[in-house]
T-cell receptor
Framework: AQTVTQSQPEMSVQEAETVTLSCTYD???????LFWYKQPPSRQMILVIR??????QNATENRFSVNFQKAAKSFSLKISDSQLGDTAMYFC????????????FGKGTKLSVKP | GAVVSQHPSRVICKSGTSVKIECRSL??????MFWYRQFPKQSLMLMAT?????????EQGVEKDKFLINHASLTLSTLTVTSAHPEDSSFYIC???????????????FGNGTRLTVT
């Protein structure tokens, strides 16, 4: 069975600074995807970034980037130039390739961006 | 981009009654939709996979007779919480994938969720 662990229940960062959210996972699968989802107070789940396990290059999306360490089963999210709108719960998620949609979520990290 | 609409956003019902939650894919066809449950300050847990034209697949520990899922069309899945009890109070979220965006491994799009409160 796969597990996803987010060891930081809460974090805060000053506006315009950089913050890194940690995520580790455990799996025996070799083909899978990793995701970071954002859930603002509206509760809407928003996909932030996606990483295919077979790709060595770290995914980036504007101010968001990941540090994917497959051997260590680590998948951290870096948010650069933090903005007030980045305040939200962030969930790391694992999906076995071909499973269609069985996402395994971590417990989340509550990020507060302070002005 | 793909949009998933969920209705209602909030519902309050009395114990013993049933509540229906709808999940619609607005600009794509979804043969498969997924229902998640989120307890306060907790993560999302997959409850069941809704399959158009066939029976839903439930995760271990989820009562299929209590959480009835119907996927009658390629754009609509419904979750009915039957004989609701206060412990069923939770946040329910559906999701679906637009297969035109990459097949079975394309990203999931989530609805806005439904806050169910059973009194």
């Amino acid at each position: 069975a796969q597990t996803v662990t987010q060891s930081q229940p809460e974090m805060s960062v000053q506006e315009a600074e950089t913050v890194t959210l940690s995520c580790t996972y455990d799996t025996s699968e070799s083909n899978y995807y990793l995701f970071w989802y954002k859930q603002p107070p509206s509760r809407q789940m928003i996909l932030v970034i996606r990483q295919e396990a077979y790709k060595q290059q770290n995914a980036t999306e504007n101010r968001f980037s990941v540090n994917f360490q497959k051997a260590a089963k680590s998948f951290s999210l870096k948010i650069s130039d933090s903005q007030l709108g980045d305040t939200a719960m962030y969930f790391c998620a694992f999906m076995k390739r071909g499973s269609q949609g069985n996402l395994i979520f971590g417990k989340g990290t509550k990020l507060s961006v302070k002005p | 981009g793909a949009v998933v609409s969920q209705h209602p956003s909030r519902v309050i019902c009395k114990s013993g009654t049933s509540v229906k939650i709808e999940c619609r894919s607005l600009d794509f066809q979804a043969t498969t939709m997924f229902w998640y449950r989120q307890f306060p300050k907790q993560s999302l847990m997959l409850m069941a996979t809704s399959n158009e034209g066939s029976k839903a697949t439930y995760e271990q520990g989820v009562e299929k007779d209590k959480f009835l899922i119907n996927h009658a069309s390629l754009t609509l899945s419904t979750l009915t919480v039957t004989s609701a009890h206060p412990e069923d109070s939770s946040f329910y979220i559906c999701s679906a994938r637009d297969p035109s965006l990459g097949g079975r491994d394309s990203p999931l799009h989530f609805g806005n969720g439904t806050r169910l409160t059973v009194t």
